[in-house]
């Protein structure tokens, strides 16, 4: 059992909730041990009680009650398996923008963002390549799909991956995707507003409409066509669903050409258009955790831009028709 400590908050912790504060540097603490602990007014801000949700900043003095030696010490964690200089190198390669607090880098299509069944290889698992002499190992503050490639934004520091994490949840960024659809709709501007959720299908989670589900927005505009083959779509998603624009445009009856998943075997054009998935995070504007905007864009995937080519679009003329959507 340790004794009451008293602990100064530094200036990685800034901005931060208490209860963040506690999962950070004793991560082997339950929430439960530590709203208990709250509620009878055992850990302390400045002298004060504090609830989980009040927010800390550097100077201040966080009080800790006794607590078990099982709840001070780091959970076991397997160890982490060194990149090769190749790995490295190829992971840098990425990089589109760097400072000393945001990198974003360019996704390739097929890597998942974090591991699950099956997955050996996933960015989370490469994120030491990208420490660049840093304390701090970057960290995730969005996904993209494993095979939608494109622009990705990572945190260099807690406070910058917090800053980050936040301007997604109140929808201060952003983003544009490109997509390579089938057909070309009537409509060649709109908004797409949707009910989703996941549900079971023939063994595999996939994402339906329903009238249960939680509210995706999505506004698109067709950029140029190739009759009424295929289209070049420029979508803005004001929601951030599991495979929003994937069920969007499918259920539009324009699926993504490449996107079996939602579009059955029409989501594939004939000939030597790549079978693989034609959605690519194009952009993201943002507000820099050191004040100002940003934007970053990355260029197409090899297998996008040899489609784009062979269909005569022309993406070095891109104008965005979304510009001034609200």
């Given at each position: 059992m340790?004794?009451?400590?008293?602990i100064t908050v530094k200036k990685?912790?800034?901005?931060?909730?208490?209860?963040?504060?506690?999962?950070?540097?004793?991560p082997a603490l339950s929430f439960g041990r530590l709203q208990k602990a709250m509620r009878k007014g055992e850990v302390?801000?400045?002298?004060?009680?504090?609830?989980?949700?009040?927010?800390?900043?550097p100077g201040?003095?966080?009080?800790?009650?006794p607590l078990d030696d099982s709840a001070t010490e780091a959970p076991k964690r397997e160890e982490k398996r060194r990149l090769s200089d190749a790995e490295i190198k190829e992971v840098q390669s990425w990089v589109l923008y760097k400072d000393d607090e945001v990198i974003a880098i360019n996704k390739p299509a097929g890597?998942?963002?974090?591991?699950?069944?099956?997955?050996?290889?996933?960015?989370?698992?490469?994120?030491?390549?990208?420490?660049?002499?840093?304390?701090?190992?970057p960290r995730l503050v969005h996904r993209l799909d494993k095979d939608t490639s494109g622009v990705l934004l990572l945190g260099r520091t807690p406070n910058a991956a917090a800053a980050l994490a936040n301007a997604f949840k109140t929808k201060e960024t952003d983003k544009r995707?490109?997509?390579?659809?089938?057909?070309?709709?009537?409509?060649?501007?709109?908004?797409?507003?949707?009910?989703?959720?996941?549900?079971?299908?023939?063994?595999?989670?996939?994402?339906?409409?329903?009238?249960?589900?939680?509210?995706?927005?999505t506004d698109y505009a067709v950029v140029e066509s190739a009759g009424q083959k295929a289209c070049w779509l420029a979508l803005k998603p004001h929601t951030g669903r599991t495979h929003q624009l994937r069920l969007h445009c499918a259920e539009m009856g324009h699926p993504i050409v490449g996107d079996g998943k939602y579009g059955g075997a029409d989501a594939f054009l004939s000939g030597?258009?790549?079978?693989?998935?034609?959605?690519?995070?194009?952009?993201?504007?943002?507000?820099?955790p050191e004040g100002g905007r940003?934007?970053?864009?990355?260029?197409?995937?090899?297998?996008?831009a040899a489609s784009f080519d062979m269909l005569g679009f022309e993406p070095q003329f891109y104008e965005d028709p979304l510009v001034d959507e609200e």
């Open positions: 340790s004794g009451v400590q008293n990685d912790d800034a901005g931060i909730r208490i209860d963040r504060w506690f999962k950070r540097h004793f302390r801000l400045d002298g004060k009680r504090v609830k989980g949700d009040e927010r800390i900043e201040q003095v966080i009080r800790i009650p890597l998942p963002t974090q591991g699950g069944t099956g997955q050996t290889r996933h960015l989370d698992g490469l994120l030491d390549a990208l420490r660049f002499g840093s304390a701090h190992r995707y490109w997509a390579l659809v089938i057909g070309t709709p009537k409509q060649r501007d709109g908004r797409i507003i949707l009910k989703m959720e996941k549900a079971p299908i023939k063994g595999n989670e996939r994402m339906i409409v329903s009238d249960k589900g939680q509210h995706s927005l030597s258009i790549s079978k693989k998935l034609h959605l690519h995070s194009q952009s993201v504007s943002f507000p820099h940003m934007s970053v864009s990355a260029p197409l995937p090899d297998h996008m």
